[in-house]
């Protein structure tokens, strides 16, 4: 049976340290999965990383007919999972208002909806000892006016980790949420998103992030917060009232 890491989002940003990073460091893994919806950057990351088979799956996970595929795909080769990565996502701010739900679904889609069912057909690849890996986010601590889907989004993200590391811990199958600050991807703007000065100022290293997960991943940790700005947010988010912190998010970004 081989034995591989399964990655999402690998064609751009923190997806694609992962599949870097996991190469560089599990050389005894027999293939590297990487999905995405550009084919020319899952190549050209295939070029990089030459040596490694890395196997190409271009789909689009917004599509149950595409989660079918990857659902076949298992089952045909039935690969042992030792890491999976997901870290296929979007997001676009702006008042709830003014926004069109069809953005807005589309990030329910991708955050939510995608991630539930890639982590749920991989479940049966999982043995003791793989790592689950969830690209969340620092927007999962609290409700955030002017980007409210996104910060829902990634807050189910952190429920659906939290409770699946509670039934897998049998199984002796970790479950990380990664939930960095802002991350030097191309994330912003492909959302179009305007990078406000006060979050400029903590934009971090996909590099770094990605070495902070996959240290905690290993360590069996629950939690990957990379930067001392989510961590205020987090304690912020215990501690503080509600009214409180949602009057001081007003302030910051809308
Ligand atoms: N950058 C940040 O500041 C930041 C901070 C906290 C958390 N995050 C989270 O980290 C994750 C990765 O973000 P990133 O910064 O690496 O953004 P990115 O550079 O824009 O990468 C997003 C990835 O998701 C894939 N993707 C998007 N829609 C897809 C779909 N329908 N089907 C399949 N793949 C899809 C994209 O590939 P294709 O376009 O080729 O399909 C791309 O590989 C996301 O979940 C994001 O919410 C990011």
């Given at each position: 049976m081989k034995h591989i890491a399964l990655i999402t989002g690998?064609?751009?940003?923190?997806?694609?340290?992962?599949?870097?990073?996991?190469?560089?460091a599990y050389p005894s893994l027999d293939e590297i999965w990487?999905?995405?919806?550009?084919?020319?950057r899952l190549q050209k990351l295939e070029e990089e990383l030459q040596g490694r088979r890395l196997k190409i799956l271009p789909l689009d996970l917004s599509r149950d007919t595409e989660l079918k595929a990857l659902e076949k795909t298992l089952k045909e080769e039935h690969p042992c999972i030792r890491i999976?990565?997901?870290?296929?996502?979007?997001?676009?701010?702006?008042?709830i208002e003014e926004q069109h739900w069809i953005d807005a679904v589309r990030m329910l889609d991708v955050n939510c909806r995608a991630l539930t069912a890639v982590t749920m057909i991989c479940l049966p690849y999982l043995k003791k000892g793989s790592r689950i890996i969830q690209a969340d986010s620092g927007s999962a601590f609290l409700p955030q006016p002017g980007f409210a889907v996104y910060a829902?989004?990634?807050?189910?993200?952190?429920?659906?980790?939290?409770?699946?590391?509670?039934?897998?811990?049998?199984?002796?199958?970790p479950v990380t949420s990664v939930c960095p600050g802002?991350?030097?991807?191309?994330?912003?703007?492909?959302?179009?998103?305007?990078?406000?000065?006060?979050?400029?100022?903590?934009?971090?290293?996909?590099?770094?992030?990605?070495?902070k997960a996959?240290?905690?991943?290993?360590?069996?940790?629950?939690?990957?917060?990379?930067?001392?700005?989510?961590?205020?947010?987090?304690?912020?988010a215990k501690l503080l009232p509600r009214k409180l912190l949602?009057?001081?998010?007003?302030?910051?970004?809308m």
């Open positions: 690998a064609s751009s940003g923190i997806g694609r340290e992962f599949a870097r990073q996991i190469s560089a990487v999905l995405a919806r550009s084919v020319p999976l990565v997901n870290s296929a996502g979007c997001g676009k701010s702006g008042l829902a989004s990634k807050a189910y993200v952190l429920s659906f980790d939290q409770a699946l590391g509670a039934e897998l811990k049998n199984r002796g199958i802002p991350v030097d991807t191309e994330f912003f703007r492909n959302g179009g998103i305007t990078l406000s000065p006060w979050k400029r100022l903590f934009l971090a290293k996909p590099e770094k992030v990605v070495k996959l240290f905690d991943a290993e360590a069996g940790k629950d939690l990957s917060i990379y930067g001392c700005s989510v961590r205020l947010v987090r304690l912020a949602l009057g001081i998010m007003r302030r910051i970004f």
